[in-house]
């Protein structure tokens, strides 16, 4: 696809409902059915994307070997000492650099899951395996689970029959629908999920970066998600009224169970979305680890200090191969470096520390333009300086007198819980704040404002 064709479609809406389109017309056997939402994300997700998988051979060694792999482990089961009644699953990654006990400290707290309970909980993260009283973590939960069952060898049978039905019934969707290739683990892992049911798993949870790709058997079970981040939903709501969620089509393709997230703004967009049940139970930092930080950063000096929150953008390359939705505009290179550059024209020469909180380490797909940007600008404007992504976002904002972020990212929220000023600032004035649900002190979009809102500090 030419670069002006993906321009135009980024500007429309026309192949949202085309996507809709032709998600309805696929006509599966009856007893196939269940994989029309899914087929239905594939497409979606092919629509917004690069197709990525693997050719049609490397996804069957993949299912052969994953089908030892798990044979291994059931194997191995048998004569693991630890027997769970009740165990859940959490599938989605936590970074190496947090606190095993502050995590399970921060979903029990906040009620996500209930581990003053029965529950046992298997925790996906670049951890190597290390287990604890209430949780196992690993990079594999989903597979590790099963050192954990006892497995008798009538299940282990019943397995091995699931994974060769799965496997010919993968066989005959591929051929029918080649775009299914990238979903073999679905197949793969179907009997498994079978057999955790059996033997007591009560919840599996995802956040809201992998609900994405959410497997046909999700359906079946209690399917949660944590909504870690509020910028979410697109900047720019236009909601026609021909499909459920237009910014982001997949959602008409998800199941949902139970969501937790930050605020009411988010709990709204929700409900908006699919009537389930939503809680908001205040900052979700997923670390749990609001008072520690495992480096050392700058300590608070006699001078008045501001934090400043970006987005960081992809690079114009990946951001034109990726059909993101329409809100996701915002986060270009060029407006994040304009939210950065109009806080520091502001601010260099004022007798104030100005530091930089990145959210995570910048990889490839990241804009090395931006990146260039922001170490020229510290090396350059002597009271501006750019923190480690490890350090912790909410010790930072305690030393803080004032916190800027960019529209919508979380830090916001969690500043105004830490008792610490707090804005958005629109570099590009054009977000309609009030009608997303803000009130006017939470935000500004004029560099005039900006400028007196933050003489008003010192």
């Known amino acids: ?89 959490w599938d989605s990654d936590i970074d190496s650099h947090v606190v095993p006990e502050k995590f399970l400290s921060f979903v029990d707290t906040r009620q996500v899951v209930k581990l003053n309970g029965s529950e046992f909980l298997f925790v996906k993260s670049n951890f190597k395996k290390l287990s604890t009283p209430k949780a196992f973590f690993s990079n594999f939960p989903t597979y590790d689970a099963l050192l954990f069952c006892h497995v008798s060898f009538w299940d282990f049978l019943i397995l091995i029959k699931g994974f060769a039905e799965n496997f010919w019934t993968f066989i005959y969707i591929y051929f029918k629908y080649p775009v299914t290739k990238s979903i073999f683990k679905d197949f793969l892992l179907g009997p498994v ?10 919840n599996f949870y995802r956040t809201n970066s992998d609900i994405n790709t959410q497997e046909f058997w999700c359906d079946d079970i ?134 930089l909180k990145p959210k995570r380490k910048y990889i490839k797909i990241h804009s090395e333009k931006y990146i260039n940007f922001l170490a020229n600008c ?11 992504p490890e350090s912790s976002a909410s010790l ?20 105004k819980f830490l008792e610490v000023p707090s804005i958005y600032y629109d570099a590009s004035a054009d977000l309609d704040f009030k009608r997303m649900g803000y009130i006017e002190n939470d935000f500004i979009n004029d560099l005039d404002l900006l400028k007196k809102r933050i003489l008003e500090i010192l």
Request: glycine share 4%.
């Open 1 to 89: 696809m030419k670069e002006n064709e993906l321009q135009d479609l980024l500007a429309g809406k026309k192949w949202f409902e085309e996507i809709v389109d032709e998600s309805n017309s696929i006509i599966l056997p009856p007893r196939f059915h269940y994989l029309k939402r899914r087929i239905g994300q594939i497409i979606c997700v092919n629509h917004l994307s690069i197709d990525r998988s693997p050719n049609f051979f490397k996804v069957i060694i993949r299912y052969l070997l994953g089908v030892a792999y798990i044979t291994t482990l059931v194997i191995r089961s048998k004569f693991h000492p630890h027997k769970k009644s009740s165990f859940s699953i």
């Open 193 to 202: 999920i079978f057999l955790y049911k059996k033997k007591g798993l009560q």
């Open 222 to 355: 209690n399917f949660h998600t944590v909504w870690y981040s509020i910028n979410s939903r697109s900047l720019q709501v236009n909601t026609p009224n021909k499909i459920r969620n237009p910014e982001y089509p997949v959602f008409n393709f998800v199941h949902f169970g139970t969501s937790w997230t930050w605020n009411d703004y988010s709990k709204n967009w929700l409900l908006e979305i699919c009537q389930h049940p939503v809680h908001v139970v205040g900052p979700i930092t997923l670390s749990g680890n609001l008072e520690q930080s495992q480096i050392t950063t700058p300590g608070k000096s006699s001078k008045k200090r501001i934090l400043i929150f970006d987005v960081t953008p992809f690079s114009n390359f990946h951001f034109r191969s990726q059909l993101f939705p329409k809100g996701y505009k915002y986060y270009s290179e060029e407006n994040c470096e304009k939210f950065i550059s109009d806080i520091l024209n502001i601010t260099r020469e004022l007798d104030v520390e100005v530091f």
């Open 378 to 388: 510290s090396k350059e404007i002597s009271n501006f300086k750019i923190l480690a």
């Open 396 to 415: 930072e904002i305690k030393k803080s007198d004032f916190v800027i972020t960019i529209p919508l990212s979380s830090p916001f929220d969690l500043a």
